[in-house]
């Protein structure tokens, strides 16, 4: 996430692809990680549409804005939005990768299988 951000505060932008302000450690030191379940409604392209996802944060920054074409996928019971994307491009505060949970990986996978489908068309028009 903070790769990806437009915004992370003090320093520069690294990559700067997303639309997104973050703030870095933003829940504490590693001593304060915490494990929730998330409602994510953009998962029921990948699963069943009412399960929550068991989110895992460790040293974890937040999204304190998002600009436009930036889609807010999940957010904390006090508002505090974790997760987002903009277009192929896919944020989380948590760690979908500690959970055997797979729907975060496979709303990656489809995002990029519909960018390459998108950018052969182009190719061909």
Request: contains cysteine; proline residues 8%; charged residues 20%.
């Given at each position: ?15 700067g692809v997303m639309d997104i302000k973050v703030s870095r450690n933003a829940f504490g030191r590693q001593t304060a ?92 028009a």
């Open positions: 996430m903070i790769l990806l951000a437009k915004d992370i505060g003090d320093e520069p932008p690294h990559l990680s915490f494990e929730t379940e998330l409602a994510v409604p953009a998962l029921a392209e990948a699963g069943p549409p009412d399960t929550p996802f068991h989110a895992v944060f460790i040293r974890a920054p937040l999204i304190e804005t998002v600009g436009p074409g930036v889609e807010v996928l999940a957010r904390l019971a006090d508002g505090t939005i974790v997760a987002a994307r903009a277009g192929n491009v896919l944020a989380t505060s948590f760690h979908p990768e500690l959970t055997t949970d797979l729907r975060f990986h496979q709303l990656f996978l489809g995002g990029i299988e519909i960018e390459r489908g998108r950018l052969c068309r182009q190719s061909f």
